[in-house]
């Protein structure tokens, strides 16, 4: 994969990540734990896909 598509794709995982930071913080003022593990899980797995593109 070339290094402009591969930055690319890093730059949208990386906004993907902060919504999902966001949310889980605004689910933890609510005290909605389940949405907060499914938000945990999600971010998880953005993050593992931003570690392999880099």
């Given at each position: 994969m070339n290094a402009p598509i591969r930055q690319s794709q890093a730059d949208i995982l990386s906004r993907l990540y902060d919504m999902k930071q966001k949310q889980l913080?605004?689910?933890?003022?609510?005290?909605?734990?389940?949405?907060c593990q499914v938000l945990e899980a999600e971010a998880q797995a953005i993050s593992e896909a931003l570690k392999a593109i880099r």
């Open positions: 913080a605004q689910a933890a003022q609510q005290g909605n734990s389940f949405r």
